[in-house]
């Protein structure tokens, strides 16, 4: 890693090229690794990133073979019949079959379920970028959709090809993706991954259709716990998050790539909070998580921040204009 000055010093901001400052410096806390990493913070766009942004071989070294997040049977639930009623009522999946009762029920209370449903293009193709072991893709099929996928892992692309999915390996940029192609992109906790994500939406809008929608689920710099815990907040998951993003960063970035936003929810679980507390303790014994007075705890959190819509997760849908 550089040196401390150089890590403290002046920096330029990846996202729109702002001035940053220094925010904060920790360590890599999942795989329990002392070297130390300093965030900066961009004085215009506010978004929060890993300075100095480190080479691809040294990103490539933050993904050891013990970090995995590949299951070998990954297979998603198929939906209930409510959850079919709402996509089908509100949503446009016209083939999903419900009952009378549960088409009615969404109808009158389907606005608060299932909100972070995607709507349906009939014959619509899909990328999910970053697919892993193809979960949301098989989820995305059963309901229509002609999906294809795209990650750098070769455990993740064979693990897909087995089960008979169109997945390759690589990223946004090397997959020499036609333009204008797809009629959805969903880049599900990729962005931040990412060490030039104006580069990577720019590629986005590229290859979607005109009326093409572009799907980014991300950790929300704003979330409400991101300032108690600083660089314990979980979703920091220092150093593989090169970026942290806020939505007004990331509506400027899509603004400025022709991109629209449709929607935009945050949303959050008790996890974050109580593995950061579990960071900032430094715990080594029973996980917070398993003591149930801190899980009860951690509801509150999650009320708190939905009613101020700082969750700790952003879900934002851009539309090509």
Not at 23 to 30: E, H, I, Q, S
Not at 110 to 118: K, Q, T
Not at 208 to 224: E, H
């Amino acid at each position: 890693m550089a040196s401390s000055s150089a890590q403290r010093g002046a920096s330029r901001c990846p996202l729109c090229d702002g001035a940053g400052h220094y925010a904060y410096t920790g360590r890599d806390l999942l795989l329990d690794r002392p070297e130390q990493y300093s965030y900066h913070e961009c004085a215009n766009c506010r978004a929060v990133y890993l300075h100095p942004l480190p080479d691809a071989g040294t990103i490539a070294d933050f993904y050891p073979e013990s970090y995995s997040v590949y299951k070998p049977d990954d297979r998603p639930k198929p939906p209930g019949p409510f959850e079919r009623a709402v996509l089908r009522e509100r949503f446009g999946y016209s083939a999903l079959e419900a009952p009378a009762f549960h088409r009615v029920l969404a109808r009158l209370f389907g606005a608060l379920a299932y909100r972070e449903a995607i709507s349906f293009v009939p014959g619509g193709r899909m990328l999910d970028v970053g697919c892993g072991s193809g979960r949301f893709l098989r989820k995305m099929a059963a309901l229509g959709w002609r999906c294809e996928g795209l990650d750098f892992s070769e455990t993740a692309v064979s693990l897909c090809r087995a089960a008979g999915l169109d997945v390759r390996r690589g990223d946004l940029f090397s997959a020499g993706l036609d333009d204008a192609s797809f009629d959805l992109l969903t880049a599900r906790h990729v962005i931040e991954h990412v060490p030039d994500p104006a580069a990577f939406v720019r590629e986005a809008a590229r290859i979607l259709k005109r009326g093409g929608r572009l799907l980014i689920q991300t950790p929300n710099s704003a979330a409400l716990g991101r300032p108690w815990f600083g660089a314990y907040w979980f979703a920091n998951d220092i150093p593989r998050h090169l970026v942290l993003f806020a939505r007004q960063n990331l509506d400027r970035l899509a603004a400025r790539c022709g991109l629209a936003p449709i929607a935009h929810m945050t949303f959050t679980t008790p996890k974050i909070l109580l593995n950061s507390l579990d960071y900032r303790l430094r715990r080594t014994g029973k996980p917070s998580r398993k003591l149930r007075w801190r899980r009860l705890a951690a509801r509150s959190y999650v009320l708190a921040a939905t009613i101020a819509g700082r969750g700790d997760e952003l879900y934002l849908v851009y539309e090509k204009r």
